[in-house]
């Protein structure tokens, strides 16, 4: 089995930054694209940022500039770093990795449980 665990939101003023962790473990043979998704109260889910194994990135047009996605393939971990953050970034952030496990030929998309981060005054 894989796991995914996502670390380190909390509450933050705006205009403050926060870091999120996500640690891939289990069964893993490798990893291809690590993702962070967010969902607010009542809204979808959305894309905020991916990271290739190669590190290319992408980022949705609403934290260029203010996001940094990036990743450690040796220990199968990607982080968010986020700055200047804005009440409309609140929201549960989701990390996602497309995983290939051992005596797999196939990469399967695994989800953390989801970390809040809440931008408030």
């Known amino acids: 089995q894989v796991q995914l665990v996502e670390s380190g939101g909390g509450l933050v003023q705006p205009g403050g930054s926060l870091r999120l962790s996500c640690a891939a473990s289990g069964s893993i043979f490798s990893i291809n694209i690590m993702g962070w998704y967010r969902q607010a109260p009542g809204k979808q889910r959305e894309l905020v940022a991916v990271?290739?194994?190669?590190?290319?990135?992408n980022y949705a047009d609403s934290v260029k500039g203010r996001f940094t996605i990036s990743r450690d393939n040796a220990r199968n971990t990607v982080d968010l770093q986020m700055n200047s953050l804005k009440p409309e970034d609140t929201a549960v952030y989701y990390c996602k990795s497309a995983v290939r496990r051992y005596a797999s030929d196939y990469y399967r998309d695994y989800w953390g449980q989801g970390t809040q981060v809440t931008v408030s005054s």
């Open positions: 990271i290739t194994s190669g590190d290319s990135t």
